[in-house]
């Protein structure tokens, strides 16, 4: 369990979502050839949600970098070293065989309706550089970005909710509620 996926799990929550950390796609042998990876295990998502009332999967890779320099544009630039990190992000049919072999798992599961649309996110606790950069890629190829500013804003939202014994929500209430004197 990594503590950002928690933090980001439970903020989706609070957005209508059911949720699941570290979800495992499994791919068949065919698709695992057809994205290069012939020998691959089962392929894991940080987050998964699923919106029934918009039949929406939201799949968000989170990528904490609280201590380290943090995201960069360039790490999106298939031909950088650092986008091994985000091979969902820079590689077209790897994104495009997980996802749908996605929707069909959790179809099958009955886990959601059938034909759900799928939008790929990422979750950002710290970034160098490149954000506005970032967010304008990210546009242009209709995934959704949760930068530090997001994840600050839906924390504080938290922090004036009712009580939850979830961790965002205790630390956030004890960090961001002002103490009545």
């Not at 998964?48 to 968000?60: H, L, Q, T």
């Not at 650092?82 to 996802?99: D, H, I, S």
């Not at 009955?110 to 710290?126: D, W």
């Not at 242009?140 to 600050?152: A, K, L, N």
Request: hydrophobic share 35%; with cysteine; net charge positive.
């Amino acid at each position: 369990m990594d503590a950002f996926e928690k933090v980001i799990e439970q903020i989706i929550r609070q957005e209508g979502y059911w949720t699941r950390t570290s979800f495992k796609v499994e791919l068949t042998k065919p698709e695992k050839v057809a994205i290069g990876r012939p020998s691959s295990p089962r392929w894991e998502l940080d987050v998964v949600g699923y919106n029934a009332a918009r039949n929406e999967i939201r799949v968000i890779e989170c990528k904490s970098y609280l201590d380290s320099p943090g995201v960069h544009y360039q790490h999106f630039d298939p031909a950088n070293k650092g986008a091994k990190r985000y091979k969902l992000f820079v590689e077209p049919r790897t994104r495009e065989v997980v996802l749908r072999r996605l929707a069909l798992q959790l179809t099958h599961q009955g886990l959601c309706a059938p034909n759900p649309k799928v939008k790929l996110a990422l979750a950002a606790g710290k970034v160098s550089k490149g954000e506005t950069e970032i967010k304008a890629l990210f546009k242009r190829r209709g995934f959704i970005w949760y930068g530090p500013d997001w994840v600050r804003k839906k924390l504080e939202e938290l922090s004036t909710t009712g009580y939850e014994n979830e961790v965002a929500s205790v630390v956030s209430k004890l960090l961001l509620r002002k103490q009545k004197t």
